[in-house]
């Protein structure tokens, strides 16, 4: 299962980071960003296939590739910001962390907007 391989490098750097934190802290930090970023390697390649599934779906939905884009896109920006806010939590950073937090939640209202357009639209015209 590679979910415990996963959580088997988690738990080692974790434990790498607080041994070296006392000495060290910029070490630290970069240990736990090099292990994000191996963990996001082991799993992105399943985020294709999940994808093409989506993909597969709008396209018997007759939904538009515009919508479908701008949904992943979302995604994306709430797991990125997610992770570097973390990545700032463990620096002690938590106010930056929180403005990453805004700045994403902005980012996606602003590509939210067209789809609720789009929405409103369609049930506009469901009314006489």
């Keep these: 299962m590679e979910i415990m391989q996963i959580v088997g490098i988690g738990i080692i750097a974790a434990v790498l980071a607080v041994t070296i934190r006392q000495n060290k802290p910029e070490i630290a930090i970069g240990l736990s960003i090099a292990t994000g970023i191996i963990i996001f390697l082991a799993v992105i390649g399943k985020i294709g296939s999940v994808i093409d599934v989506l993909r597969e779906l709008s396209n018997r939905a007759n939904l538009s590739t515009v ?13 990125i910001a997610d992770f570097g806010s973390q990545i700032c939590r463990d620096a002690g950073e938590g106010a930056l962390a929180v403005k990453i937090e805004f700045a994403a939640k902005i980012l996606v209202l602003i590509l939210a907007v067209p789809i609720v357009a789009a929405v409103l639209q369609a049930l506009l015209k469901l009314v006489p």
């Design 67 to 79: 919508y479908l884009a701008t949904i992943l896109k979302i995604i994306a920006i709430a797991y």
